[in-house]
């Protein structure tokens, strides 16, 4: 897959590489005045209105046309600032009876080392196997419904229905379980807080079991031998099951070990904007409003067609986005004057390097909604609009060559989306 996209790139790109190796071959002086492509701002510009984009060799006409970004850059796209996309359905997908996975992780999306996605559904009543792993889980149902449990170092149980919209946050190392609740069962967004991690690789009840010699399961559990030989052989990982009784008599049964003080879930659909704008709003989850997700933040944008999701950048960590409904673009700027833009759609993958300033619009014609999240126990951003704001009367002007009235006319203050 890796290797698809950096076709796609490769294809994308070589116009831009032919400016950059005739400003390499021709002139190094080119790179010493600022313009590495040799090409002043007016060139690069007309470039784009007689032939030289014309493209007469082959085109994935159908991939083209779903990134128009990719096929008529920008201007102002400079260089290769890495992967900054991917798509959940372009990654393998794993069926078995009761469900399927998939994921994206560093291995698709190799910028991606901070966090990996697992997208998976789950018929009604089917399990995924009881488990745990080494990287924290955030979750958000995308449709249908979800009993999930998570067990607690000191023995208790925490034990909730989830549905659309509904958060999940299980730390490394405790075990759970999730499984698809009457009517079409559930689809559901993994994020992990390890680039490198992979559902197929998680700590399994049934591998535990299975690979423990038979005596050592009878001195722990009293079972016979004839109780090992029924125990599954191998791993479950998703599988069919009758569905569970009401929520109700789960927790009576867990009685004094069911875990009350904290929870594990938590209810995004029900959550205020943190900040609303007439174009669009943003809702911020981190540990300061649901204290159990220790080490992942998010943010869950919606842009109105045409709206923005203003520029800016995250002080702290990178970005990894979801992209759930709508259309639209970003643009990724980093240093060494490189930047790419690229257009997205549902089901699609973004990734911001650390710091990377960045602008999302939404170029659809119904609202963009949009994930954003970070390895970081809190989100943090920067506004330039509120930098340029702070910005002394002089010192702007020095900066951005612009009359004071021009400057002084953008949106005052962190709007995050605009217009305001
Ligand atoms: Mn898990
Ligand atoms: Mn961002």
Redo the contacts with the bound molecule.
């Keep these: 897959m890796n290797q698809l996209s950096a076709q796609a790139d490769a294809l994308v790109l070589s116009r831009r590489t032919f400016f950059e190796r005739a400003a390499l071959t021709g002139a190094g002086i080119a790179l010493l005045t600022g313009e590495s492509y040799g090409q002043t701002r007016q060139e690069q510009q007309k470039g784009r209105q007689d032939g030289s984009s014309s493209d007469p060799g082959p085109e994935n006409k159908s991939l083209l046309a779903e990134n128009p970004n990719s096929n008529q850059p920008p201007f102002t796209d400079h260089g290769n600032p890495g992967a900054i996309w991917f798509s959940f359905d372009l990654a393998p997908k794993r069926i078995q009876a009761g469900g399927w996975t998939r994921q994206v992780t560093q291995r698709e999306l190799p910028t991606s080392k901070d966090i990996a996605g697992v997208n998976m559904r789950l018929t009604a009543g089917s399990f995924?196997e009881l488990?745990w792993?080494t990287a924290n889980?955030w979750a958000i149902m995308l449709t249908g419904k979800a009993r999930v449990s998570v067990m607690q170092p000191d023995g208790n149980m925490f034990i909730d229905d989830v549905g659309a919209g509904d958060l999940w946050y299980?730390p490394a190392g405790y075990p759970?379980s999730i499984q698809g609740l009457e009517g079409d069962g559930c689809e559901f967004l993994?994020v992990f807080d390890e680039g490198a991690f992979s559902e197929d690789d998680?700590f399994l009840l049934s591998e535990f079991l299975a690979h423990t010699p038979p005596d050592n399961i009878q001195r722990n559990m009293g079972w016979a031998r004839q109780a090992f030989d029924q125990l599954p052989a191998t791993e479950l990982y998703i599988f069919e099951a009758p569905l569970p009784e009401r929520l109700e008599d789960d927790k009576r049964f867990l009685g004094e070990h069911l875990e009350n003080k904290s929870r594990y879930t938590f209810n995004l659909a029900g959550m205020a904007p943190t900040q609303l704008r007439s174009g669009g709003q943003v809702q911020v989850v981190d540990s300061s409003n649901f204290p159990a997700s220790t080490q992942i933040a998010a943010a869950m944008v919606t842009l109105k067609p045409g709206a923005i999701r203003e520029m800016h950048w995250h002080p702290n960590v990178s970005e990894w986005q979801y992209w759930i409904r709508g259309k639209g673009r970003m643009t990724v700027v980093t240093t060494g004057a490189t930047a790419r833009t690229m257009d997205f759609n549902a089901n699609d993958v973004g990734y911001v390097p650390s710091m990377a300033g960045h602008s999302i619009e939404n170029t659809g014609t119904e609202d963009l909604v949009f994930l954003e999240m970070f390895k970081s126990p809190r989100y943090a951003d920067i506004s330039l609009n509120e930098w340029i704001d702070r910005m002394p009367d002089k010192m702007a002007e020095a900066h951005l060559k612009l009359p004071l009235s021009t400057i002084r006319s953008a949106p005052q203050g962190d709007n995050d989306v605009l217009p305001r």
């Design positions: 995924r488990h792993h889980e299980f759970h993994l998680t």
